[in-house]
Each structure stands twice: as structure tokens, then as C-alpha cells.
Nanobody, 117 residues
């Protein structure tokens, strides 16, 4: 019933910027805590950023000061704004939603971000 679709990934040069979007459908967006995770080849999935339904932000140490997460409840969309991108940011970025009422965990299909010259 709940579907997450990421968009906005692509190839960007080091130092560049990119904005990822994740659209939630099939449920009421405002009741979900939203997050972005990423997984690089050969590495474990890691939390990049989270924004709760109350708007409280959590940013991973590796991206703090460079990335920011935001949400637009009217558009059922969560964003990840990425600035000062580095090659080590290269990964598949996944959107995540957790319903506090149901406790269910949902994932998008992922979008590839490649930072390279």
C-alpha cells in the first residue's frame, strides 16, 4: 500500500550539489518519520539523515554541514540537499519511512549518486 519513489540521482563533479526527492504514496505522509540511507559498493547501509514527523533533524557525522534534509507534507515528499559532494559520497541512496502508529518500515528502490571528475 505504501510506496516510496526516489528521484534526482545522477553524476556530479566533486564539490557539486544535488537534490534528491522521495515521494510517498498510499498513505498519510505526515504520520511517518522519514530518512535517507545510503549504501556504497562493498559497504553496509548507513543512515545519512532523518527528519521526524515533528520536524526534528538528525544528520550523520560524515555529512553534517554539507547535507540537509527537509520535508514538504503538502507534497508528500522528503528531500535531501547535498552540497560540497565528495567521491566518498558515491552510493545508492534509499528513502525510508517508518510509521509510528503501525511500526512498519518502508523502503524506496534507491537512486544512484556518483561523484566523480
Amino acid at each position: 500500500q505504501v510506496h516510496l519513489v526516489e528521484s534526482g540521482g545522477g553524476l556530479v563533479q566533486p564539490g557539486g550539489s544535488l537534490r534528491l526527492s522521495c515521494l510517498l504514496s498510499g498513505s498519510i505522509f505526515s504520520v511517518y518519520d522519514m530518512a535517507w540511507y545510503r549504501q556504497a559498493p562493498g559497504k553496509q547501509r548507513e543512515l545519512v539523515a532523518e527528519i521526524t514527523r515533528a520536524g526534528v533533524l538528525t544528520l550523520g557525522h560524515s555529512v553534517h554541514g554539507r547535507f540537509t534534509i527537509s520535508r514538504d507534507n503538502a507534497k508528500n515528499t522528503v528531500y535531501l540537499r547535498m552540497n560540497s559532494l565528495k567521491p566518498e559520497d558515491t552510493a545508492v541512496y534509499y528513502c525510508n519511512a517508518v510509521g509510528l502508529v503501525t511500526g512498519h518500515n518502508y523502503w524506496g528502490q534507491g537512486t544512484q549518486v556518483t561523484v566523480s571528475s
